[in-house]
């Protein structure tokens, strides 16, 4: 039974490195579409994970109503430790699986998010704005853009990369977590952002 409990570390995984117990943003991915049920898990057992969200118009017999989906089918973000997450995997949602990256060795390891970016992802994505798109990291090249901070609006504060989408004469902010996806800012006048 889930619910609000304390995993309890033994004597030999206090022992383990520090690098281990360091929390940090970590992309996880699950099976069937059950982010919403590993959020709700993680929540009720105190760990911090993000979900983004969008509003969808369903329709049913003619009748239209909206209902809150997850915008990244498959994906959770979790803040903790990378033992903390071993634990959870193993013995309460065993359907998590890690995102594998790199390190600065080029090593296969967990992929995590900088806190940073992650904190500007949130921003963008946390409420389900109906300004925001959400691009295919291979749709857009980043090498041409220049880092950005919006100055005003909806999303003042916020990092990235300011540039234009392949065939649009827009220009968007856009917050990339590398091999995952991209979310773009709506079209934003070059006046509200300086740049870094």
């Not at 239209?64 to 498959?74: E, G, M």
Request: hydrophobic share 40%; charged share 25%; aromatic share 8%.
């Amino acid at each position: 039974m889930v619910g609000t409990q304390i995993i309890e570390k033994s004597d030999s995984e206090n022992q383990k490195t520090p690098a281990l117990e360091q929390s940090a943003w970590y992309v996880l991915r699950v099976t069937y579409q059950r982010e919403m049920q590993a959020h709700l898990k993680l929540m009720d057992m105190g760990i911090e994970s993000f979900v983004p969200t969008q509003r969808k118009k369903i329709i049913r017999a003619g009748r239209a109503f909206y209902r809150t989906v997850s915008a990244l089918h498959n994906y959770i973000f979790v803040r903790a430790s990378l033992g903390e997450i071993k634990r959870i995997k193993e013995s309460y949602i065993p359907y998590l699986r890690f995102m594998m990256g790199h390190d600065e060795n080029d090593n296969k390891c967990p992929q995590t998010v900088p806190e940073q970016q992650m904190h500007h992802f949130i921003a963008i994505t946390g409420s389900e704005n109906q300004m925001i798109k959400y691009l295919e990291p291979e749709s857009i090249d980043l090498a041409k853009g220049e880092r950005v901070r919006i100055l005003a609006g909806p999303f003042a504060g916020v990092e990235g990369t300011f540039m234009k989408i392949s065939a649009k004469n827009e220009k968007r902010v856009v917050v990339k977590i590398e091999g995952v996806t991209a979310v773009a800012t709506a079209a934003i006048p070059a006046a509200l952002v300086e740049r870094i």
